[in-house]
């Protein structure tokens, strides 16, 4: 029997999402991450909007690149090879889940086999660093005197060029991410979990 892929991502990708509010539950329930963590786990983890903004994000890399080279967009280069990683993780979790389970649905138990099954220690290990990377350079960014008032205008060139939707995100994270002056404390408990779970579902499974 030919399972729906794509239907089985979004499954995947739900129960990430759902693990990764209860890993961090701390912080979700406390009111100074309330943004930052709505942002990551609702924002970056939306499976609704998801293709039309790694679209939109393409294009204006794309752009950006052409007009100033890669080499002076450092922190944009990597938040493009976190979203490719990310989605080649995504896809071989999915992968190994139909292999295993044959498109039954997907609940923490399965999804953790999958995940422990794929491995790949190092695209994990390099997934976070690219995460923490992007979003503390960004958080500083955020709190660049005046920067909102200089970045608003630009929502009429978004307009222009069709990524008004990339534009809305990145307004969502610039609110988000100045809204907690100190963010160090989620920074650390992201690096230090996230290490903390693939080791265990390596160690349990094989990898």
Not at 5 to 27: M, N, V, W
Not at 65 to 88: C, H
Not at 154 to 175: P, R, S, V
């Amino acid at each position: 029997m030919k399972h729906d892929f794509h239907a089985h991502l979004a499954e995947i990708r739900r129960e990430q999402s759902a693990r990764l509010r209860e890993t961090y539950a701390d912080f979700v329930t406390d009111p100074k991450f309330t943004a930052i963590t709505n942002f990551f786990f609702d924002k970056i983890y939306d499976t609704a909007y998801k293709e039309e903004r790694d679209e939109a994000f393409n294009k204006l890399y794309e752009k950006l690149a052409a007009a100033v080279g890669e080499q002076r967009i450092t922190r944009v280069t990597m938040l493009k090879e976190l979203n490719e990683l990310t989605d080649d993780l995504d896809a071989a979790v999915t992968q190994k889940h139909l292999d295993l389970f044959h498109g039954k649905k997907v609940t923490r138990k399965t999804f953790e086999e999958a995940f422990g099954k794929v491995g790949r220690r190092a695209d994990r290990e390099r997934q976070v660093y690219l995460l923490l990377e992007t979003t503390q350079f960004f958080h500083k960014l955020a709190h660049v005197p005046f920067l909102g008032f200089i970045i608003k205008p630009t929502k009429f060139a978004a307009k222009m060029m069709n990524i008004e939707h990339l534009m809305d995100f990145f307004m969502d994270g610039y609110y988000a991410f100045k809204s907690v002056k100190d963010a160090s404390k989620f920074f650390d408990a992201v690096n230090e979990r996230e290490a903390e779970y693939r080791e265990r579902l390596f160690k349990k499974y094989g990898i």
